[in-house]
């Protein structure tokens, strides 16, 4: 598929964010790009909607949104009537790794609410190793060029159905620029590996994260074919996902309990 698409473009790092302008002006070469995104940062939002009523300011390449990723995603449609080829979401500040971050990342959140809403998604995600998952991390422009061009590349053929047909939507997770050169590209699936500890202080209570320590270190128990093995090799990890949730296997839906 060669046809300029219909693109609408958010993230939750905010309007302003390196990730989403690298995206932009990599994806407005070949297709008509809107941007919808938080006027400010909404890192971890997950699928969060507000329902207060929205203030919002227009933009030169479209709109900010006093709101999260989803309510980015509903407003282009709902208020905007856009009817997207596809929405793109990110690229987000920092990698989205493992089958937990799927309900707490705003940009696989706004990429699950286009799915939802019946439209196919790209959540992109730039990984580099020296990510601060605190937060105290300043990536630049030039990270982004790598995981804007896997985008681009990918794009046309998921949307057109002939890459990864069964996915709603995709969570990519691509190195920054100068971690790799031509990396491949792998579809994977988000690890089920998670490690959580927690401790009382004298300040309060301390949780730690150990996934993303794991993950820095480069050294994590996951197998091949799941997304942060694939990141640790410096490759670009393809997750097609589906929505709605599934049933867990042997309930008998309408039954009595």
Request: aromatic share 8%; charged share 25%.
């Amino acid at each position: 598929m060669t046809d300029s698409l219909s693109v609408l473009l958010t993230n939750d790092d905010g309007i302003e964010a390196p990730g989403i302008r690298a995206l932009y002006d990599r994806l407005d070469d070949a297709h008509d790009v809107t941007v919808v995104a938080p006027a400010r940062e909404q890192s971890g939002s997950g699928q969060t909607r507000t329902y207060d009523t929205l203030d919002y300011e227009e933009r030169e390449r479209g709109y900010a949104v006093h709101g999260t990723p989803a309510d980015c995603v509903g407003v282009a449609v709902a208020a905007l009537d856009m009817t997207p080829d596809v929405v793109v979401s990110g690229c987000n500040d920092g990698p989205n790794l493992g089958a937990h971050i799927l309900a707490r990342s705003g940009t696989i959140g706004a990429a699950m609410e286009a799915a939802f809403l019946g439209i196919p998604a790209v959540a992109a995600s730039m990984y580099d190793w020296e990510f601060d998952p605190a937060g105290d991390w300043e990536p630049t422009y030039d990270q982004f060029t790598l995981p804007a061009d896997a985008v681009a590349d990918i794009l046309p053929e998921f949307v057109a159905g002939d890459l990864l047909p069964t996915a709603d939507y995709l969570s990519v997770n691509a190195p920054a620029t100068e971690y790799a050169d031509d990396p491949v590209q792998r579809v994977t699936r988000p690890t089920e590996e998670y490690e959580l500890q927690a401790e009382f202080t004298q300040d309060g209570i301390d949780v730690e994260d150990r996934f993303w320590d794991q993950f820095l270190d480069q050294n994590i128990p996951d197998p091949a074919g799941t997304d942060r093995h694939a990141c640790v090799d410096n490759e670009v990890s393809v997750s097609p996902l589906t929505v709605p949730h599934a049933i867990a296997d042997g309930a008998t839906v309408g039954g009595l309990l």
